[in-house]
C-alpha cells in the first residue's frame, strides 16, 4: 500500500469519510468526467517545505510527479494531502524542479452540518441514553458530484443509543432511516426508502397509522417499466376469485401502458394468511386472542396485515377509533365505541409469522385492451409454496419423520410423532426423568420434571389438544411455561389435562390459482362479463396420497346494463349473473364476503358443497 495513503488514512476522520465517500462517488457516478478538471504545474520543492497547490479537493491517487529526468517519484517519495491540496517531498527525496499533473474537483466542500438531540430515558431499574443525530455532508450536496441535490430529494436520520440497567448489561441500539426521491437522469426516477431498526418488536398497534421497520425498498421507474426490489406489498382486488394481498420481499418487474399491464413478482412471503372467526362475550371489549390456522397460539400477527370486521363492517384501528391489537400476542381490544355482546360478530382477516418453512410467492398479472377498450382479457397467476426442504424448526427431526409424513396424505390430524427423546441430561434446558404407576391394573409410563443429572435424560415435546384430553398441564412452578406436570386420570379413567406428551408435525403445502377474464362492451349500456378461475391445492407436498382431488374451479358470468329506457322520465338498470364456485375451491386471500355465512344461512361448521349463484338486480331509476 502507497505510504502517503497509509499516513492520509492516519490522519482526521474527516479525511477518511471523505475518502469513501470520493470512492463512492468515484465508482458510482457515470458523469464523473465533466465534473473533474486537471492541473498540470512545474515547481521548484524542497524536502520538509509545504507546497500549496492550486485547488485544495484532489481527486485521490490522480497525481503523477516527475523529476527532470523524466522519472516517476515513488510512493514513499511525497506525501499528498487530497482534502488540503498540500504537498511535502520526503526528506530522502532531492530537492530540483518537478512537473507536477494532478485532477481535482472544480467545486470544493463547504461546510459540514450535524444536528445532535440528546435523549434521556429512565424508570426504576433502567437508564437508556442516546443520540439522535442528523447528518449532513456538502460532498453528498455538491450538484455535480453526487446525487444532485435539485433533481434527488433525499431526507432521513441516523440515531444511536446505550441502555444500562441493573438488571441488564451494556447494550448498544441504532437506528437508521432514509428517503430518496428524484430523477437520476435520462428519464429514470427513483424512489427508495432504507430503514433499520434493532428493535425485537412490532410496531405499536394502537395508532391508526404505524412505522415499519426493518424495511428496505427501491423503485425505478422509466417511463412505462418499473423495477421494485425489497419489502414492497402485493394487492389484487380487481378480482372475484382470486384476490390477494401480502407483504413481502423479493423483486418485482412491472409495465404500465394505456392499452396494456403487465406485472411479475418473485418474492419471499412475510407471512401466512388465515382468517378467525371469534364469538363475541357479553359485556366484554376484549381481549380476544387470535389463534393460526394449524391451530397455533402463540406467534407474532404482521404488524398492520389485519382486517377486522364487527358485524360485517370493516374497522379502523387506533385507541380513539374502533380497536387496538397487540401484534407480539395477537390479542384484540375494542374500544369504548363498541358494545360487545354474545351475539357479535367478529370476523379478523390477517397474516402471521408461523416458522415452519421458508415460504416462496409467485405472481403474475397481465392485461390487455382491444377494439378502444371494448374488449378486455385479463389473466391472473398466483402460487403460495412451502420448501419441504427447509424447516426452520429441529430440521434434523423433520428428516427422521419425513417418511412417516409422507403416508399420510393430507390428513393434517395424523401428523404427529412422539415427543419424547432420549438427549442426555443439560441444565440450561427443562429434563424429565421416566417414571412408571399403577392405575386399574394397567402399567402407565409419565414423566416428571427433574433436575438428577442421571435421571433426567429425556427431553419432552408436549402439544396442547384441548381440555380433557391429555395427561399434562402446564405447571405453576415453571419457567416461561416451559414445563409440564403429569395429572392422573379421575376416577372414571377419564383424562384431565389439556397437553400430550406428542410432537404435532404442519406439513408443506402448495396452492396455485390461475384466473382468466373477459370483458365485453356490447353498447355503451350493455356489457358482458366473464371469469373462470382453477386453483390447485396440495395439502402436503411430501405425500402423493390423495393428490387426485388437489384441482377445482370457479366461473361466472354476467350480464349487466344502465340507463334503458322506459319512458320520458325512467329508465332501467341491472344485471343477470350466475355463479358457480366448486368444493375444493381454494384461494390465498378471503374468498367470500365477511357476512357471506351468515347472509346465506350456511353452518360453519359443515363442510362445504358446490355452490351454483343466479341473481337478478334491477334498479329504476326516475329523471
Same mark, same amino acid.
Given at each position: 500500500? #502507497?505510504?502517503?495513503?497509509?499516513?492520509?488514512?492516519?490522519?482526521?476522520?474527516?479525511?477518511?469519510?471523505?475518502?469513501?465517500?470520493?470512492?463512492?462517488?468515484?465508482?458510482?457516478?457515470?458523469?464523473? +468526467?465533466?465534473?473533474?478538471?486537471?492541473?498540470?504545474?512545474?515547481?521548484?520543492?524542497?524536502?520538509?517545505?509545504?507546497?500549496?497547490?492550486? +485547488?485544495?479537493?484532489?481527486?485521490?491517487? !490522480?497525481?503523477?510527479?516527475?523529476?527532470?529526468?523524466?522519472?516517476?517519484?515513488?510512493? /514513499?517519495?511525497?506525501?499528498?494531502?487530497?482534502?488540503?491540496?498540500?504537498?511535502?517531498?520526503?526528506?530522502?527525496?532531492?530537492?530540483?524542479?518537478?512537473?507536477?499533473?494532478?485532477?481535482?474537483?472544480?467545486?470544493?466542500?463547504?461546510?459540514? *452540518?450535524?444536528?445532535?438531540?440528546?435523549?434521556?430515558?429512565?424508570?426504576?431499574?433502567?437508564?437508556?441514553?442516546?443520540?439522535?443525530?442528523?447528518?449532513?455532508?456538502?460532498?453528498?450536496?455538491? $450538484?455535480?458530484?453526487?446525487?444532485?441535490?435539485?433533481?434527488?430529494?433525499?431526507?432521513?436520520?441516523?440515531?444511536?443509543?446505550?441502555?444500562?440497567?441493573?438488571? =441488564?448489561?451494556?447494550?448498544?441500539?441504532?437506528?437508521?432511516?432514509?428517503?430518496?426521491?428524484?430523477?437520476?437522469?435520462?428519464?429514470?426516477?427513483?424512489?427508495?426508502?432504507?430503514?433499520?431498526?434493532?428493535?425485537?418488536?412490532?410496531?405499536?398497534?394502537?395508532?391508526?397509522?404505524?412505522?415499519?421497520?426493518? #424495511?428496505?425498498?427501491?423503485?425505478?421507474?422509466?417511463?412505462?417499466?418499473?423495477?421494485?426490489?425489497?419489502?414492497?406489498?402485493?394487492?389484487?382486488?380487481?378480482?372475484?376469485?382470486?384476490?390477494?394481498?401480502?407483504?413481502?420481499?423479493?423483486?418485482?418487474?412491472?409495465?404500465?401502458?394505456?392499452?396494456?399491464?403487465?406485472?411479475?413478482?418473485?418474492?419471499?412471503?412475510?407471512?401466512? &394468511?388465515?382468517?378467525?372467526?371469534?364469538?363475541?362475550?357479553?359485556?366484554?371489549?376484549?381481549?380476544?386472542?387470535?389463534?393460526?390456522?394449524?391451530?397455533?397460539?402463540?406467534?407474532?400477527?404482521?404488524?398492520?396485515?389485519?382486517? *377486522?370486521?364487527?358485524?360485517? #363492517?370493516?374497522?379502523?384501528?387506533?385507541?380513539?377509533?374502533?380497536?387496538?391489537?397487540?401484534? $407480539?400476542?395477537?390479542?384484540?381490544?375494542?374500544?369504548?365505541? +363498541?358494545?360487545?355482546?354474545?351475539?357479535?360478530?367478529?370476523?379478523?382477516? &390477517?397474516?402471521?409469522? %408461523? =416458522?415452519?418453512?421458508?415460504?416462496?410467492? *409467485?405472481?403474475?398479472?397481465?392485461?390487455?385492451?382491444?377494439?378502444? /377498450?371494448?374488449? =378486455?382479457?385479463?389473466?391472473?397467476?398466483?402460487?403460495?409454496?412451502?420448501?419441504?426442504?427447509?424447516?426452520?424448526? %429441529?430440521?434434523?427431526?423433520?428428516?427422521?419423520?419425513?417418511?412417516?409424513?409422507?403416508?399420510?396424505?393430507?390428513?393434517?390430524?395424523?401428523?404427529?410423532?412422539?415427543?419424547?427423546?432420549?438427549?442426555?441430561? /443439560?441444565?440450561?434446558?427443562?429434563?424429565?426423568?421416566?417414571?412408571?404407576?399403577?392405575?386399574?391394573?394397567?402399567?402407565?409410563?409419565?414423566?416428571?420434571?427433574?433436575?438428577?443429572?442421571?435421571?433426567?435424560?429425556?427431553?419432552?415435546?408436549?402439544?396442547?389438544?384441548?381440555?380433557?384430553?391429555?395427561?399434562?398441564?402446564?405447571?405453576?412452578?415453571?419457567? $416461561?411455561?416451559?414445563? &409440564?406436570?403429569?395429572?392422573?386420570?379421575?376416577?372414571?379413567?377419564?383424562?384431565?389435562?389439556?397437553?400430550?406428551? *406428542?410432537?404435532?408435525?404442519?406439513?408443506?403445502?402448495?396452492?396455485?390459482?390461475?384466473?382468466?377474464?373477459?370483458?365485453?362492451?356490447?353498447?355503451?349500456?350493455?356489457?358482458?362479463?366473464?371469469?373462470?378461475?382453477?386453483?390447485?391445492? %396440495?395439502?402436503?407436498?411430501?405425500?402423493?396420497?390423495?393428490?387426485?382431488?388437489?384441482? /377445482?374451479?370457479?366461473?361466472?358470468?354476467?350480464?349487466?346494463?344502465?340507463?334503458?329506457?322506459?319512458?320520458?322520465?325512467?329508465?332501467?338498470?341491472?344485471?343477470? !349473473?350466475?355463479?358457480?364456485?366448486?368444493? #375444493?375451491?381454494?384461494?390465498?386471500?378471503?374468498?367470500?364476503?365477511?357476512?357471506?355465512?351468515?347472509?346465506?344461512?350456511?353452518?360453519?361448521?359443515?363442510?362445504?358443497?358446490?355452490?351454483?349463484?343466479?341473481?337478478?338486480?334491477?334498479?329504476?331509476?326516475?329523471?
Amino acid at each position: 500500500m #502507497k505510504a502517503n495513503f497509509r499516513m492520509w488514512l492516519a490522519g482526521s476522520v474527516r479525511g477518511r469519510i471523505r475518502f469513501a465517500l470520493l470512492l463512492l462517488t468515484v465508482c458510482g457516478c457515470s458523469t464523473l +468526467h465533466a465534473q473533474v478538471g486537471s492541473q498540470r504545474d512545474t515547481v521548484i520543492l524542497s524536502p520538509g517545505d509545504t507546497f500549496q497547490l492550486a +485547488h485544495d479537493f484532489l481527486l485521490p491517487f !490522480s497525481e503523477i510527479i516527475r523529476n527532470e529526468q523524466g522519472g516517476a517519484l515513488q510512493p /514513499d517519495d511525497y506525501t499528498i494531502e487530497y482534502d488540503g491540496g498540500r504537498l511535502w517531498l520526503a526528506e530522502a527525496t532531492p530537492p530540483g524542479r518537478y512537473a507536477l499533473f494532478y485532477r481535482y474537483f472544480q467545486e470544493g466542500p463547504e461546510k459540514e *452540518v450535524a444536528l445532535r438531540k440528546l435523549r434521556i430515558q429512565a424508570d426504576s431499574n433502567q437508564l437508556e441514553l442516546g443520540v439522535d443525530v442528523f447528518y449532513q455532508d456538502p460532498i453528498l450536496e455538491q $450538484n455535480q458530484l453526487f446525487l444532485e441535490s435539485e433533481r434527488i430529494r433525499k431526507s432521513g436520520s441516523l440515531s444511536r443509543g446505550i441502555t444500562v440497567g441493573n438488571n =441488564r448489561s451494556l447494550s448498544v441500539t441504532s437506528g437508521l432511516r432514509l428517503q430518496l426521491e428524484g430523477d437520476l437522469g435520462d428519464g429514470l426516477q427513483i424512489v427508495g426508502s432504507i430503514t433499520d431498526e434493532n428493535l425485537p418488536i412490532q410496531p405499536d398497534g394502537t395508532t391508526q397509522e404505524i412505522s415499519d421497520f426493518d #424495511k428496505v425498498f427501491l423503485r425505478l421507474t422509466k417511463g412505462a417499466i418499473s423495477t421494485t426490489v425489497g419489502d414492497y406489498e402485493i394487492n389484487r382486488q380487481d378480482s372475484r376469485f382470486a384476490r390477494l394481498y401480502r407483504n413481502v420481499q423479493g423483486l418485482q418487474f412491472e409495465v404500465r401502458q394505456p392499452e396494456t399491464q403487465a406485472r411479475i413478482s418473485g418474492a419471499v412471503a412475510k407471512g401466512k &394468511f388465515h382468517t378467525n372467526t371469534l364469538a363475541g362475550q357479553e359485556g366484554i371489549s376484549g381481549p380476544y386472542r387470535l389463534t393460526g390456522k394449524n391451530g397455533e397460539r402463540f406467534f407474532i400477527v404482521l404488524a398492520g396485515s389485519e382486517r *377486522v370486521y364487527l358485524n360485517g #363492517k370493516l374497522m379502523q384501528r387506533g385507541e380513539n377509533l374502533d380497536y387496538v391489537i397487540d401484534y $407480539n400476542t395477537a390479542e384484540i381490544t375494542f374500544t369504548a365505541r +363498541h358494545v360487545i355482546t354474545n351475539i357479535t360478530r367478529i370476523v379478523v382477516d &390477517f397474516e402471521y409469522n %408461523d =416458522r415452519y418453512f421458508t415460504r416462496s410467492l *409467485v405472481v403474475a398479472d397481465l392485461s390487455q385492451s382491444f377494439w378502444d /377498450d371494448r374488449l =378486455r382479457l385479463k389473466f391472473a397467476y398466483s402460487r403460495d409454496a412451502d420448501n419441504p426442504n427447509a424447516p426452520f424448526d %429441529d430440521a434434523e427431526a423433520f428428516e427422521q419423520a419425513r417418511d412417516s409424513l409422507s403416508r399420510i396424505g393430507d390428513l393434517q390430524g395424523l401428523a404427529t410423532t412422539s415427543g419424547v427423546s432420549q438427549l442426555g441430561y /443439560d441444565a440450561d434446558l427443562p429434563r424429565y426423568e421416566q417414571r412408571d404407576t399403577l392405575i386399574n391394573g394397567q402399567t402407565i409410563t409419565y414423566y416428571v420434571y427433574s433436575k438428577d443429572s442421571l435421571r433426567a435424560i429425556y427431553g419432552v415435546v408436549f402439544t396442547f389438544v384441548g381440555q380433557g384430553m391429555g395427561s399434562y398441564v402446564q405447571s405453576r412452578a415453571g419457567i $416461561n411455561d416451559n414445563v &409440564f406436570e403429569w395429572v392422573a386420570p379421575d376416577i372414571s379413567g377419564s383424562l384431565t389435562g389439556d397437553f400430550a406428551p *406428542v410432537r404435532t408435525w404442519v406439513l408443506p403445502q402448495l396452492l396455485q390459482v390461475a384466473e382468466l377474464s373477459a370483458q365485453l362492451k356490447i353498447s355503451d349500456k350493455w356489457k358482458i362479463t366473464h371469469e373462470t378461475a382453477v386453483s390447485s391445492e %396440495d395439502q402436503n407436498r411430501l405425500s402423493p396420497v390423495g393428490d387426485g382431488d388437489n384441482e /377445482d374451479i370457479a366461473t361466472r358470468t354476467a350480464l349487466s346494463f344502465e340507463q334503458v329506457k322506459l319512458g320520458d322520465s325512467l329508465s332501467l338498470a341491472g344485471s343477470m !349473473s350466475h355463479q358457480f364456485i366448486g368444493q #375444493k375451491y381454494q384461494n390465498l386471500d378471503r374468498l367470500y364476503q365477511a357476512e357471506y355465512d351468515r347472509i346465506w344461512n350456511l353452518p360453519q361448521t359443515e363442510e362445504r358443497l358446490d355452490e351454483q349463484i343466479p341473481q337478478l338486480h334491477l334498479l329504476k331509476r326516475q329523471s
